[in-house]
């Protein structure tokens, strides 16, 4: 490409923090300024859809939170769906190294699921738009992400099917196939629904009740009751 | 969704009264609107594409209905009761608890299996459209609440059980229908009956004797099959 990879210093559109730089071609690696516009899209179409939910969003919003041009956005997206799924994409990529990282720190099972769905409430409160966005909005963002919400849930499974090693034959007899997938159902669902009313402050008050149903099917209730309280 | 025999207006001078037109018109506009959503998905559809399936003038559809949004509501609704027509028809009458629960989930699982452009329009399609279609499942959600909650009274540890329990269980077997629905294996959804009454019921009565209820199910006689 012949033209200079971004708008003129003088220009609106021209990012805040590069105007610093000397004007014309700021000798950045091309590759380093793609993935920084390629964020700042991504995190702007995030400020975007919380402002205006996911139908009222248009590109241009998208580009003034990101500060970058409408062709740089089409440099990085062919659609507002597209510039979603990644930004749907890189709030579920974090949200799930966060929730392994509780989960690996511990030993035993029933404290890993623990951890794990501490660790799920957590960046979902801490982070209300992105909750919102991954669980409310990606429902209304076109089939694509639909099919990734669908796929993240079922990536849970796992986690809970963990839980059946070193059970006993009459335990695993009370489990069935879908076990886990209604587990896993039943607790996205108490938190979508808090999301949904916009009671994101109510998600780590779920956290017993979601450990005590999840474990019971393993442990027992009263065992799972006690591994919910364990601090 | 459609009435097997749709009325003809009778020849000559006699007119069928204008409300009973306009019922069977609004129904008609409902079933295109179904039959559109499940073909393109909420937010592709039109109301010209609803205008042209339900055969009307697009003045017709706004005599009816104020949108898309109330159009697809309606039809949402009307599935809905549908599917709680059989619920309360099957287990309404039924005193035992865990039997209670067990003609209630039968006959919810019938209607997925026997109806499933209805069921999706209600538990698939209504996630993806309006926020009037989400707050709708939300509530028909918690109409099966109830069903459970009895659960409490007749459990020996029902007080100590989590206070969003009902929320997730229903949430489970919900999620299950949902992933059948989507890919197109509703037909088969009966056969969960079995696993998904034990999970419904074990946390009230604890292992063994919800597999005893399921046991007990097994032989006794069917739920009321569906009255068309």
Known sequence: MSEPVN???DSPE???????????RHGLPREFVARNQRERLIAGLAEAVAENGYAGTTIA???????????????HFSSKDECFVAAYDTVMAELRRRVDEAFNQEEEWPQAARAGIAAML????????????SMVEALVAGPVVIERYDAAIQGLVPYFEAGRQGRSAEVLAGLSPSTEEALVGGMVSLISRRIFADRTEELESLLLDLVEFALTPYLGSAEAA???RQG | MASKSTPRPLPGRHQL???????????????????????????????ADVVKRAGIARNTFYENFGSKEDCFLAAQQFAMSAALDRVVA?????????????????????FVAEEPALARTCMVEALAAAPSSVRYYEESLQSFVSLFRLGRDVSPHGQELPETLEEALIGGVFWILYQR????DAAGVEELLPELVEFTLTPYLGAEAACAAVAEGDGASAAPTSRG
């Open chain 1, 7 to 9: 708008p003129s210093v």
């Open chain 1, 14 to 24: 021209y990012p805040p923090e590069l105007a610093r730089l000397p004007p014309g």
């Open chain 1, 61 to 75: 919003h998208i580009t003034r939170h990101a500060a970058v041009s409408r062709r740089t956005f089409y440099e």
């Open chain 1, 122 to 133: 957590e960046f979902l409160t801490a982070e209300p738009h992105l909750a919102r966005l």
């Open chain 1, 226 to 228: 006690k591994v919910a």
């Open chain 2, 17 to 47: 009264p204008r409300e009973f037109i306009a019922q069977h018109q609004r129904a008609r506009i409902v079933n295109a609107l179904a039959l559109e959503v499940s073909e393109k998905g909420y937010r592709s559809v039109t109301v």
């Open chain 2, 90 to 110: 099957a287990a309404g009458e039924i005193d035992e608890w865990p039997r209670r629960v067990a003609a209630g989930l039968a006959a919810f699982l019938g």
């Open chain 2, 181 to 184: 629905l989507l890919d197109k």
